[in-house]
């Protein structure tokens, strides 16, 4: 922009009023302080004007000009330029002068072409500096475009040039050159800041990126866990559900009851929870042995042993209430133990069934009306060991009759039809359960049989039984003497009568009956049990043999006092 001319109070030119000045203005005040007069216009076009007296433009241009050359008018200013101007205190203007009258071409003197005038980069740089520091302070805000930052000055300069001169003439060789030099030449320097502040201002705009903040960086690293942690889940689910069926764990935890059809479920002396459930499980009587045990243990009940009856498909607590026994009083219930003598098991009948001892014993005394051999006395033999249930209101008879059935069943299973028949096989079963343990019952059987041969000469038919001596006696004891083996008045003293004692000497169980019918062929023909805690049996064939493992049961009692009593 073009400088103002203004005086402060103290007289001085070119004093400024708060703001910096320009590298013209400082110029223009060395030339005036060394008497070097700069005409105004100097100040107003920003170009250096050589106004020697008499000086006349070379001649062939469009005109001539003589003497000092008029100040025109200043232009008005507009925007920023107004604002700063407004600013600076009034000075005294000099007054325009009339332009001259054109010569004719003929008139004009010969006048040396003027020198084009010589900047100093540096000087042109500090004076750049100076505008620009002047204009952002008049402007405000800093302005990013196309455009250079001195585009005001050149505004301003465009307007006090055209000011000054008249239109249809051509300056160009002073005017246009310096303006051209001053834009291109002064400002070069800038230039590439001006370019370079414009990529950056696009570069903040527009490329770029600016970092997540922390907030967001966590946020990030917590949803991507939540991901994973669901991913995880999601696959051992799948993979569990997959695992299942191979695993059997794919089987429900119960039934919804109440069940159809009936089962019997057998729980044998010292069984525990988990061997029943896996019975349960088995026969489809509960669905899930581990629910099974778990509601058992839950209810606090203990198991007896016994046979129950089951429907296929309870609920877990529909089936622990019948294992224990829940609501007894519904029903008639007792349990018969194998190796129990008549008068044990009819009295276990009458405490559970409610009924009478005495009609009981009465319906005993009778074997024949429920189909035993006319040689039995009583039902001693025939009440089948077992756990019996009966509904309320059962007779005695009814009874009775059922468990003498269980036996004969047994018998007929194993080929023994004949009544006679079952009795004796019965009553050798009876001894057999008596005498031996389990696991030799179908050689004591056999042993047995050898005795009673005619033509065995080494017994002569003598069985010769401890058990059947105190069956007789009335009394249960491992040890009798001699005076008991010699008394011929027991009809159950196998030492003294040859052949079969009276009649069976207790109830066998289902494998005493099953070795009894069908016994092992050997040719032993004394037994004798050592232990009677672990039941075991010595056979041998010869007496001498045979009272070698009598002194080995002999021992054992010496031990174990009170025992063989």
């Not at 070069?188 to 696009?202: D, F, I, R």
């Not at 903040?204 to 889940?233: C, I, W």
């Not at 069943?409 to 009544?419: F, I, M, Y």
């Not at 009276?502 to 037994?527: C, E």
Request: negative net charge.
């Amino acid at each position: 922009m073009s400088p103002v001319n203004s005086d402060d109070s103290s007289g001085e030119p070119f004093a400024d009023t708060g703001r910096p000045l320009t590298r013209k203005e400082i110029r223009a005040r060395e030339k005036a302080s060394t008497g070097d007069a700069v005409p105004e216009q100097a100040y107003e076009s920003g170009e250096e004007v050589h106004a020697s007296a008499g000086a006349a433009r070379q001649p062939g241009s469009s005109a001539a000009v003589s003497g000092p050359v008029p100040v025109s008018a200043p232009a008005p200013v507009s925007g920023a330029n107004a604002a700063r101007t407004a600013a600076i205190p009034a000075a005294p203007v000099a007054q325009p002068v009339p332009a001259p009258e054109p010569l004719a071409p003929d008139e004009v003197p010969d006048v040396p072409p003027v020198p084009p005038t010589i900047h100093d980069p540096v000087e042109d740089a500090d004076a750049a500096a100076h505008a620009d520091a002047a204009a952002k302070a008049d402007a405000g805000p800093e302005v990013h475009g196309p455009q250079s930052e001195d585009a005001p000055h050149f505004a301003e300069f465009a307007q006090g040039h055209h000011a000054e001169f008249e239109p249809g003439h051509h300056y160009e060789d002073v005017h246009h050159y310096d303006a051209q030099h001053e834009a291109y030449e002064d400002h070069a320097p800038y230039e590439h800041q001006a370019v370079g502040h414009q990529l950056l201002a696009g570069a903040e705009t527009g490329a770029t990126v600016t970092r997540p903040s922390k907030k967001v960086r966590r946020r990030r690293r917590l949803v991507a866990l939540l991901l994973t942690l669901a991913l995880f889940v999601t696959a051992t689910v799948v993979g569990a559900q997959f695992l299942k069926p191979l695993l059997g764990n794919d089987k429900p935890a119960d039934y919804p009851g109440p069940g159809s059809g009936q089962v019997k479920v057998s729980v044998v002396p010292g069984e525990g929870p988990v061997s029943v459930a896996a019975k349960l499980e088995e026969a489809k009587v509960v669905a899930n042995a581990d629910t099974f045990i778990a509601a058992l243990s839950a209810s606090g009940g203990t198991l007896s042993p016994g046979e129950y009856d089951f429907k296929q498909e309870m609920k877990n607590s529909d089936a622990v209430s019948v294992l224990l026994n829940e609501g007894q009083a519904k029903v008639m219930y007792f349990a018969l133990n194998a190796g129990l003598r008549i008068d044990e098991s009819l009295q276990a009948i009458s405490e559970g069934s409610g009924l009478s001892l005495a009609q009981l014993k009465s319906l005993s005394d009778a074997p024949e009306q429920f189909g035993v051999s006319s040689k039995a006395k009583n039902l001693e033999g025939f009440l089948a060991p077992g756990e019996y249930r009966f509904p309320l209101g059962s007779t005695a008879k009814e009874i009775l009759t059922k468990l003498v059935k269980a036996t004969q069943d047994e018998l007929k299973a194993q080929g023994v039809t004949d009544s006679a028949r079952q009795y004796d096989v019965v009553t050798v079963a009876s001894i057999v359960q008596a005498e031996g343990g389990q696991a030799e019952y179908k050689d004591v059987a056999g042993a047995i049989y050898n005795r009673l041969k005619p033509t065995n000469t080494e017994t002569n038919g003598l069985i010769q039984s401890d058990a059947t001596v105190t069956y007789g006696l009335g009394k249960k004891t491992f040890h009798i003497d001699e005076a008991e083996k010699a008394d011929k008045s027991n009809p159950y003293n196998t030492y003294a009568i040859k052949g079969l004692p009276a009649g069976p000497i207790g109830s066998p169980g289902k494998t005493a009956i099953d070795a009894a019918a069908k016994p092992n062929k050997n040719d032993y023909l004394y037994w004798v049990t050592i232990n009677l805690d672990t039941k075991e049996t010595k056979f041998s064939k010869t007496l001498a043999e045979h009272n070698g493992y009598v002194e080995q049961y002999n021992a054992w009692c010496e031990a174990n006092p009170g025992r063989c009593v």
